[in-house]
């Protein structure tokens, strides 16, 4: 980082160990270490520069990406990148491209969903990307209700193969990633059918181009599905559109690690649960929380960096204006975000963990913690998502007028990220199944089964109907045990209460449609309360660096507290804290914003974005901001000629026309 730091008093108030924060950032030093190399090798290529990007049409935008895609695979191969290290440089690359779905989804099915005879098949080809692969399971009627998908693959007994077709027009795969105009393959989701019987839907690798001249498979309906919302941002993704005219393909080419269809057409079922037909999902759905992370980072990043640079009114004697950042309410709405960025990381990771658990149990045929995955993945995956697409755009308006900016980077960052609601599970719809899940655990209270992992605290669930928090002091409110009994016993009583209403009605579905508002709230308690825990947990760990304990102390107590603030109301009716405490909440946090001021711009520093990264002039690491924003302007194809184009068409003869009128 060269030249002048226009940031560098802002670094000099720091309290705490900037490269160890950035270690505990990362997860690991390897980590770090790898994921610094990769961001400094992308951000010194020019095939990967990012400037212009919203200005392509979408033509040039798609196949820029296919150059940046193809130059990424060819430096993976001259640097004999590891898999990991090339996940990385493509993270960085920063474009969303049909190799996101084949290695973040393609890949992951097989590995998830095939025998072993089908991995060793396909895999190697996959991996050399000799086949480009896709996931085709949404259709152009059905998504969120993958039982109602309506696109069929039936068993051919006399051929030995499987049609697959699709019967109606709402059956059209519609939005895979990658399919428009990329893949070669895909893995399909087809309602199969065998001797005139449904067997509910299974994915099935088929093959959709060519693979030497790249058009479709006679029989195949293929394209984009047209633009989205937001210049450049996901138009970079060729998402599809996909019909099937009665396609033929091997017997072997259906994913049969959960049920096998014999040559006779007999399904067989293997002792593997029918729900890791989903299991992509759920892989997915973990990965995604840790992208929230970062997605959310990048932009309290730039609206962090940019509020100490800004300065508006205060100025006496001539002097400097107020750095906006130094404002209570920019601090109220900004650091919180900076929390919720630590406090994703950290769950994140616990995720991430669990989900390697998860895999090593499912191998030796554990299937107990399987609906735990479900609950954790689907609740955070939509917790998290949501927070951080409020969050981006939270960010822009912290950063007044110039956040609306494309060179803000901010619009961009939002158009991309704003889909992670909807795509991998509708949130809403994500939060029902956890309300399920939390309402399956209550009703087995009272038959002596023990919650387990994260519902653990239900177990207690008679003493947190009573608790009530013994806070008196503003200071009482950075006591672990108080913050957690506090989100506990919220959580349990909303569990409850939504419970005994289910209980009310003759038909427990009608219930749940009834009440089902009511019950996504209580699912949200119940994610807040897990990230809450996880970031507690990771307090008690060993973290080296001088500071930085104290400093993710400040940040998780910030989370916590604001979350309180927030949602007061449903502390205060469960009843398990007083208006007293809850003032005293915010008494508290408002003396943790004046201890996180200080290290502001050292605690968005740990993120270790590159300027490449970032992508935003009002993010810069030298916070030279000004004289970069008025560089930018002029590199707006408007501005290429001083007289527009249009002027003598338009311009000139309503001018003309005003001044006859004015004579008259
Ligand atoms: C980069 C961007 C790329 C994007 C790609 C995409 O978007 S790809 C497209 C992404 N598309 C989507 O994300 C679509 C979203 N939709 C879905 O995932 C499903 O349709 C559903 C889960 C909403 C309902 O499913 P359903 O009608 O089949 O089920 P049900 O509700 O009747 O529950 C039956 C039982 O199964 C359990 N269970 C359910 N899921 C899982 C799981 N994953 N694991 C384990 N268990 C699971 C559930 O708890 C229940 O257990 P119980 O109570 O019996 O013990
Ligand atoms: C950018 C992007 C990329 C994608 N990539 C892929 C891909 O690679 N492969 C793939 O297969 N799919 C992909 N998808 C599709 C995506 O997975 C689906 O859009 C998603 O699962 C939501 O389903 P839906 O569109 O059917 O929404 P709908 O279910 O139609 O949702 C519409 C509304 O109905 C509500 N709703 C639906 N069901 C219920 C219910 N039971 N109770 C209460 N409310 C309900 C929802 O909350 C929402 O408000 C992608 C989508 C996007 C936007």
Not at 95 to 113: C, N, R, Y
Not at 552 to 581: E, R, V
Request: charged letters at 20%.
């Amino acid at each position: 980082m060269k030249g002048v730091d226009h940031l560098a008093h802002e670094r000099n108030k720091t309290e705490f160990d900037v490269d160890a924060m950035k270690i505990v950032w990362a997860g690991s030093r390897h980590a770090f270490e790898l994921s610094d190399r990769m961001a400094r090798l992308v951000a010194s290529d020019p095939a990967f520069q990012k400037d212009g990007r919203i200005r392509l049409g979408r033509k040039e935008l798609f196949k820029n990406t296919l150059r940046k895609a193809a130059h990424a695979w060819k430096r993976i191969l001259e640097l004999h990148l590891t898999e990991e290290e090339a996940g990385w440089l493509r993270n960085f690359v920063d474009e969303p491209s049909f190799t996101d779905l084949h290695w973040g989804m393609f890949v992951p099915a097989i590995k998830g969903q095939g025998t072993d005879e089908q991995q060793q098949k396909w895999l190697p080809l996959a991996y050399k990307m000799q086949i480009i692969g896709s996931y085709a399971q949404t259709e152009l009627g059905h998504g969120s209700n993958v039982q109602g998908l309506e696109t069929t693959a039936t068993f051919d007994p006399e051929t030995d193969e499987f049609v697959i077709h699709s019967p109606t027009l709402t059956s059209s795969k519609w939005w895979p990633g990658g399919l428009g105009k990329v893949s070669t393959h895909a893995i399909v989701y087809a309602r199969l059918i065998t001797n005139g019987q449904e067997h509910g839907v299974h994915g099935f690798i088929v093959q959709l181009r060519s693979l030497d001249d790249h058009m479709p498979i006679p029989g195949i309906t293929i394209g984009d599905i047209g633009m989205k919302f937001g210049n450049g941002a996901y138009n970079t993704m060729d998402n599809g559109v996909l019909t099937f005219d009665h396609i033929r393909i091997p017997r072997n080419q259906m994913l049969m690690r959960v049920l096998q269809v014999t040559r006779e057409g007999k399904c067989v079922k293997s002792n593997v649960p029918r729900q890791l037909i989903y299991g992509t999902m759920v892989f997915v759905r973990q990965t995604i929380v840790a992208d929230a992370s970062t997605a959310l980072a990048r932009a309290v990043c730039i609206a962090t960096r940019y509020s100490a640079v800004r300065r508006q009114f205060g100025s006496q004697d001539g002097g400097m204006e107020t750095q906006v950042i130094d404002y209570k309410t920019q601090q109220s709405r900004l650091f919180p975000l900076l929390a919720s960025a630590y406090a994703f990381r950290f769950v994140g990771e616990w995720l991430k963990w669990l989900y390697t658990d998860v895999t090593q149990r499912l191998q030796a045929n554990d299937f107990s913690i399987l609906p735990e995955a479900h609950a954790c993945t689907a609740g955070l995956k939509s917790l998290t998502t949501t927070a951080t697409a409020d969050a981006i755009e939270e960010c822009r308006k912290l950063c007044g007028g110039h956040g609306y900016l494309c060179a803000s980077g901010l619009p961009e960052l939002f158009a991309v990220y704003v889909p992670a609601c909807t795509y991998e599970g509708d949130n809403v719809v994500l939060l029902l199944q956890v309300a399920r899940f939390l309402m399956k655990t209550v009703s087995q209270l009272g038959s002596g089964k023990k919650p387990v992992g994260t519902t653990a605290y239900l177990g207690r669930v008679q003493d947190l109907l009573q608790c009530c928090c013994d806070v008196q002091t503003a200071e009482d409110w950075l006591k672990p045990s108080v913050v957690l009994e506090a989100f506990e016993a919220r959580s349990a009583r909303m569990c409850v209460a939504r419970a005994q209403n289910l209980s009310k009605f003759e038909n427990p579905e009608d219930g749940f449609a009834e009440l089902s508002a009511d019950l996504v709230e209580a699912s949200v308690a119940h994610c807040q309360l897990i990230v809450v825990s996880k970031f507690i947990d990771k307090l008690q760990q060993d973290i080296p660096g001088k500071g930085v304990n104290r400093q993710l102390q400040n940040l998780c107590y910030i989370y916590a507290l604001n979350l309180l603030h927030k949602y007061l109301g449903d502390f205060l009716s469960t009843g398990c804290i007083t208006p007293k405490q809850a003032s005293l909440a915010n008494d508290q946090l408002r003396s943790l914003y004046s201890q996180i001021r200080p290290n502001a711009i050292a605690l968005v520093d740990a993120f270790n974005y590159t300027d490449h990264y970032l992508g935003s002039v009002l993010g810069r690491y030298d916070g030279n901001v000004y004289p970069k924003l008025y560089e930018e302007a002029w590199k707006d194809p408007l501005n290429d000629s001083v007289v527009p184009d249009g002027y003598h068409e338009y311009i000139h003869p309503m001018l003309k026309q005003q001044l006859r009128n004015a004579r008259l």
